[in-house]
T-cell receptor, first 117, second 115 residues
Framework: AQTVTQSQPEMSVQEAETVTLSCTYD???????LFWYKQPPSRQMILVIR??????QNATENRFSVNFQKAAKSFSLKISDSQLGDTAMYFC??????????????FGTGTLLAVQP | DTGVSQDPRHKITKRGQNVTFRCDPI?????LYWYRQTLGQGPEFLTY????????KSRLLSDRFSAERPKGSFSTLEIQRTEQGDSAMYLC?????????????FGSGTQLSVL
């Protein structure tokens, strides 16, 4: 069974600084997807960034980028130029690409990020 | 495209009562998922539909839970004889499955409190 581990329950960063959130996962599959979701106080899950395991190039979305290390099963999220609106819970998630499967997301326990003014 | 809509946003009920939640997915999304999130945890998969067919149910979904998606559009999740342990945020998500590219879009959830 796949598992996702986020070992940092809480993190804090100063506005305009850079912060990296860690995520490791466990799977025996070769093809899969990894995601970072943001959950602000409104509690709506918002997709931040997505990575396909077969792609070596790290995904980037504006100020958000990932460091995907497939062999190490590591998937960290880097937020550059942190903004107050980035304050939220961040969840790392795994999705199998196994043909015909549910394609359900498996989430970690989250990292609460506080951006300080 | 107005996003995934869930109703109600909050529900307070007494133990033993039945409750029903509704989810309206993004139009033309063929997959719909239900997740449950307890405080301090990530969401956990409950069940999903492809069109009107319910294709998988988690072991978390006891026989007191039932979900439907009668016409392949909106979905309902009913909990019978609620227990205090059912208190959680119930999240709905939808997606349009393509060959290699599936992104789930979540609603704002229904927060259930069982007293």
């Amino acid at each position: 069974a796949q598992t996702v581990t986020q070992s940092q329950p809480e993190m804090s960063v100063q506005e305009a600084e850079t912060v990296t959130l860690s995520c490791t996962y466990d799977t025996s599959e070769n093809n899969y997807y990894l995601f970072w979701y943001k959950q602000p106080p409104s509690r709506q899950m918002i997709l931040v960034i997505r990575q396909e395991a077969y792609k070596q190039q790290n995904a980037t979305e504006n100020r958000f980028s990932v460091n995907f290390q497939k062999a190490a099963k590591s998937f960290s999220l880097k937020i550059s130029d942190s903004q107050l609106g980035d304050t939220a819970m961040y969840f790392c998630a795994f999705m199998s690409e196994y043909g015909g499967a549910t394609n359900k997301l498996i989430f970690g326990t989250g990292t609460l990020l506080a951006v300080q003014p | 495209d107005t996003g995934v809509s869930q109703d109600p946003r909050h529900k307070i009920t007494k133990r033993g009562q039945n409750v029903t939640f509704r989810c309206d997915p993004i139009s033309e999304h063929n997959r719909l998922y239900w997740y449950r999130q307890t405080l301090g945890q990530g969401p956990e998969f409950l069940t999903y539909f492809q069109n009107e067919a319910q294709l998988e149910k988690s072991r978390l979904l006891s026989d007191r839970f039932s979900a439907e998606r009668p016409k392949g559009s909106f979905s309902t999740l009913e909990i019978q004889r609620t227990e205090q342990g059912d208190s959680a945020m119930y999240l709905c998500a939808s997606s349009f499955v393509q060959k290699t590219n599936e992104k789930l879009f979540f609603g704002s959830g229904t927060q259930l409190s069982v007293l």
